[in-house]
């Protein structure tokens, strides 16, 4: 399975930003998509994931601002960042596991490339 994420960029505060992330290959080995990112100097977190079945989990601190949402017929994962803020700036990465959602990065077993994403003014 080969990730690739799009999107990213600088944004001020308050702002929007939408990353993608489409899935190609063994895409059947896969039936939950998610995103993560991290900070410099931090851990990778779970921002939010869903499952090819509609169910999702969000990060505290992003919801209520960020939605993701699975296109099943185009593999692909998207990530709508409303109300941006600074705390958000970060290098985000997609990831794919079968099986259920799961927290730790060690879970997932297929990544993409790191978008970078800045929140400033």
């Known amino acids: 399975v080969q990730l690739q994420a799009y999107g990213g960029g600088l944004v001020q505060p308050g702002g929007s930003l939408r990353l993608s992330c489409a899935a190609s290959g063994s895409i059947f080995s896969i039936n939950v998509m998610g995103w993560y990112r991290q900070a410099p100097g931090k851990q990778r977190e779970l921002v939010a994931a869903a499952t090819s079945g509609g169910s999702t989990t969000y990060a505290d601190s992003v919801k209520g601002r960020f939605t993701i949402s699975r296109d099943g017929a185009k593999n692909t994962v998207t990530l709508q960042m409303n109300s941006l803020k600074p705390e958000d700036t970060a290098v985000y990465y997609c990831?794919?596991?079968?099986?259920?959602?799961?927290?730790?990065?060690?879970?997932?077993?297929?990544w993409g490339q790191g978008t970078q994403v800045t929140v400033s003014s």
């Open positions: 990831a794919g596991r079968w099986g259920t959602i799961a927290i730790m990065p060690s879970e997932y077993d297929y």
